[in-house]
């Protein structure tokens, strides 16, 4: 029960409805905050107990001084929590622990348990396994089901033990999709002490891009898992009200040009000027001309720019999605009204204050790919060729040849070479969610198969959209057979290859390009082209509108000018080039308006929650505890909890380190978390063996995160993650300095300096964990005995999910990195000055001694309940020991 100091607490009568709400515009200095600070002043004013949200943090968050370093610490607590199943399982199989240690400590289970609606998309586990057939899609979820049969068992448990969690079964939509058309409320309303209360929806995920509903008005962001349980118990998430950058959007986009390139250019633009931990929020003209698809679109990219948030103001185009995507008028009329009585409607004349503003003419925005390793590198399409000329021959080995090698696809001969397109694939949340790019690519290639042009043989071809409404109005529109003959068939409703499901490649393929080192390349509509996160026989990965990934897979090579360079030859002999066959807005339009309705939404989503035959005929089990099974691979009991006091140890610092990775710039999550295929003669593939399990029968490390054995061995074992320990080595390898420095991997190491209770710690680069929100980056890193890591800097969501698990995240001191200290690794570490944690003090710096070398380093423990966390060996000890004291 909020105390209301400020006595802003009153009705809004609605559809003949009476709603409790908090009246923010009683506070005259909040007139012009930005708006995502007005949702948060709401949300304080709304939570205040005076311990945790207190007046003064209101105060200080109305009056908001938008020139200010971050300094006042608040506590947000969201509406929701989303989950998908890759993130999702562990937060479970953690509930699930933690119940068995709240009544090992004398306390009651059903203490955890959600306090607010957590909703979970199963939509990261299918893989494209088939593709190019009528049949791939339901193919595909059968051997989806067979490989995760006991995750899947484990959700429905969780569904049935644990109040207001609900699970959206496989192959219905991506997660941030199905968040948009179905799950977002964008006002809420709920019963509280015996009233009916209206107040903002808010939001955060287990995903990086839950961002993409801040294209609704809907602030939330990506937290690792261990974050996201917190939340589900009730936990205020702890942040410093944070600088908001306010960019100005004026014009219209040209013709020709797509959500897309939109979202290259502004990713370009935002990575450049640097919004790492703050806001953005869009403003001005231009937003009233941009369709709510394109809004999801930017904000879905947040994460590529680095920001917590991307979000936009509720104003009519708002409305006008929720009506389309089937919403009830009850909630359209609440939406709108509430939005405008508290101040949140969009003006496009206001100038809120910002911290910092930029502007970009919609008009300038050009076609445009990114690549081939990151979402910030974009490349006008004009200069496409000329850039991938000069960028490839860096990935050319002694061992590359440059001829086409003779291969067989489907018993018909063809050839690859280095440059060929092997992966063209209409997949993720980014762009699957816009009907103009769906549809725009679908009319190319309609065009496309009339003029009598085909994908080239050695392109795999695949088609994912974000839910079912997409394949719906395909098939109204009669566009499905067009994509169908360009090997553009439905494999899946996820994330599929932008996940890093691609599948394997048609083996003579993958034998012609791992045999003669070829530098071939995926094009695909998603967000991530990381290193070796598309296919582990792919060296470059381009992002790309839908259209122009079809496109791609006609050319079939990424040594394309697609200005002078035909795309093929008709079947009239006549060269085609691209813009022979680029749809008109014209002609997008008119299939957008005769296509798609919002009884497709209302049919599609209506049993959204009861799954198919497979689902249903899940054997589940019950009871509020859950039957572990020690012979599953799959979900087994994690050891977070093992012998744990019921009062936190004192903190210590640390002595006697070994160095398990030296590593430089831009090393993603991707980098550090288990994730793609598992490799048989990898640590992992070794465990599952000797459980065994066939090769076949593998999976993803994302399907198997709910057994913390394999994802222990998987952690630091991307295929290209650089130890710089090592020369020339690429792969999760390390130097074992208790065996003389000798080559093992990072897993048998860590084992060995854990058996001589060694502590480790990682030497890290800029922009050290940027990417996905992966909670196993840190869980790993903490299960394979890192006590710290030091980074020139770090990446947010990665930061904060290091101290949630107890790891200490240091920062060099005014540009000093470890080369410029003379570090090469071999020292023994010692870390001084964290012992004054124990006396409710956050130091600013710490001491670190390697060898006869002693610098400071900035402990980047920022708010007080991060300290909380730390103190207590990590959130989820923090907070079943605050449930025990309840």
């Not at 994509?483 to 048609?506: A, R």
Request: charged letters at 25%; proline letters at 6%; hydrophobic letters at 35%.
């Amino acid at each position: 029960m909020s105390k209301n100091s400020f006595k802003t607490k009153t009705t809004l009568d609605v559809a003949g409805k009476s709603y409790e709400v908090f009246d923010i515009t009683s506070f005259k200095e909040a007139v012009d905050l930005p708006f995502s600070l007005k949702v948060l002043l709401e949300n304080l004013l709304r939570t205040e107990d005076g311990a945790n949200i207190t007046a003064e943090q209101i105060k200080k968050l109305a009056a908001w001084d938008p020139n200010a370093e971050p300094d006042t610490e608040i506590q947000f607590t969201p509406a929701r929590v989303i989950m998908q199943d890759f993130t999702g399982v562990p937060c479970i199989v953690d509930l699930a622990t933690m119940r068995e240690a709240i009544a090992d400590l004398g306390g009651d289970p059903a203490k955890v348990n959600p306090l607010s609606p957590a909703e979970l998309v199963i939509d990261h586990s299918v893989i494209a396994d088939l593709f190019g057939t009528k049949d791939a899609f339901e193919k595909n979820v059968d051997i989806e089901y067979q490989r995760n049969k006991e995750r899947y068992r484990f959700l429905r448990w969780g569904q049935t033990a644990f109040d207001e969690f609900k699970v959206v079964p496989p192959g219905t939509g991506i997660v941030h999709q199905v968040n948009i058309e179905y799950l977002a409320r964008v006002v809420m309303s709920r019963e509280v002490d015996g009233k009916l209360r209206a107040y903002p929806d808010t939001v955060v995920g287990t995903d990086s891009h839950t961002t993409m509903v801040n294209g609704l008005g809907v602030l939330g962001w990506g937290v690792g898992g261990i974050e996201a349980e917190a939340a589900l118990l009730g936990q205020p998430v702890s942040m410093l009200i944070p600088k908001v950058v306010g960019f100005k959007l004026n014009g219209q986009l040209p013709v020709g040009t797509t959500a897309t390139d939109l979202v290259l250019t502004i990713t370009q633009m935002l990575r450049k000027h640097g919004v790492v931990g703050k806001f953005v929020e869009f403003y001005g003209p231009g937003v009233s001309a941009l369709p709510m698809a394109n809004r999801a679109t930017i904000g879905n990219m947040s994460p590529e720019y680095g920001s917590t948030c991307a979000i936009f103001p509720i104003d009519e185009e708002t409305i006008r999605y929720l009506k389309f995507t089937g919403r009830t008028n009850d909630q359209l009329e609440l939406v709108e009204k509430y939005a405008k009585f508290n101040n949140l409607w969009h003006d496009p004349k206001a100038e809120p204050r910002f911290s910092e503003k930029l502007e970009l003419d919609l008009a300038k925005v050009v076609p445009s790919i990114a690549g081939p390793k990151r979402p910030q590198d974009r490349i006008s399409l004009s200069d496409a060729k000329s850039s991938y000329e000069k960028i490839a021959p860096t990935y050319f080995s002694d061992k590359t040849t440059k001829n086409k090698i003779d291969v067989k696809v489907n018993g018909k001969p063809t050839t690859v070479t280095n440059g060929d397109v092997v992966i063209a694939s209409i997949t993720s949340c980014t762009n699957t969610s816009n009907p103009s790019v769906m549809i725009g690519a679908a009319l190319l290639a309609k065009k496309a198969v009339e003029k009598g042009l085909t994908s080239k043989p050695w392109v795999k071809t695949t088609l994912a959209p974000g839910s079912k409404v997409v394949t719906d109005y395909y098939d109204r529109s009669g566009l499905t057979p067009y994509m169908e003959k360009l090997g553009f068939n439905l494999v899946g409703y996820g994330c599929v290859t932008c996940i890093g499901n691609s599948g394997p490649l048609p083996l003579e393929i993958s034998k012609a390009i791992n045999e003669n080192d070829l530098a071939v390349s995926a094009v695909l509509s998603g967000n991530r082209n990381f290193e070796g996160r598309i296919s582990p026989d792919v060296k470059m990965n381009y992002l790309a509108s839908p259209p122009l990934v079809v496109a791609y897979a006609l050319t079939g090579t990424m040594d394309h000018d697609f200005e002078n360079d035909p795309i093929g030859v008709g079947s009239d002999g006549k060269p085609v080039f691209l813009k022979d066959i680029w749809p008109t807005t014209a002609e997008i339009d008119s299939v957008i308006t005769s296509s798609i309705s919002s009884d497709m939404f209302t049919k599609d989503y209506a049993s959204v929650f009861d799954g198919d035959k497979r689902w249903k005929s899940l054997d589940t089990p019950t009871g509020n505890t859950f039957e572990w099974d020690s012979a599953s691979t799959y979900v087994r009991k994690p050891p977070y909890f093992d012998a744990m006091p019921r009062n936190p140890k004192p903190v210590t610092n640390i002595s006697g380190a070994r160095v398990l990775a030296v590593l430089g710039d831009s090393v993603t999550t991707d980098h550090i978390s288990p994730a793609g295929n598992i490799k048989v003669d990898s640590p992992a593939g070794k465990y599952l063996a000797e459980h065994n399990i066939d090769r076949a029968d593998f999976n993803s490390y994302g399907s198997r995160r709910g057994n913390h054995e394999v994802m222990i061995r998987g952690t630091f074992a991307n295929i290209r993650l650089k130890n710089l320990l090592l020369d020339g080595v690429e792969g999760g390898f390390t130097k074992n300095f208790l065996a003389n420095g000798e080559q093992t991997t990072i897993y048998d190491a860590s084992r060995a300096y854990i058996a001589e209770n060694i502590p480790l710690v990682i030497l890290a680069g800029k922009e050290y964990g940027s990417g996905s929100s992966r909670d196993w980056a840190a869980k790993g890193t903490a299960l394979l005995g890192v006590r710290a890591v030091i980074a020139e800097s770090f990446e947010r969501i990665h930061r904060s999910n290091l101290i949630g698990m107890g790891v200490l995240p240091l920062q060099y001191l005014n540009g000093a990195n470890a080369s410029s200290l003379g570090l090469d690794g071999s020292e023994i570490f010692s870390i001084t000055g964290v012992e004054e944690l124990n006396n409710g003090q956050t130091p600013k710096e710490v001491t670190v001694t390697a060898g006869d070398k002693s610098f400071k380093v900035s402990l980047r423990i920022d708010t007080p309940g991060e300290a909380d966390y730390y103190r207590h060996g990590g959130i989820m000890q923090y907070v079943l020991r605050s449930l025990l004291s309840k």
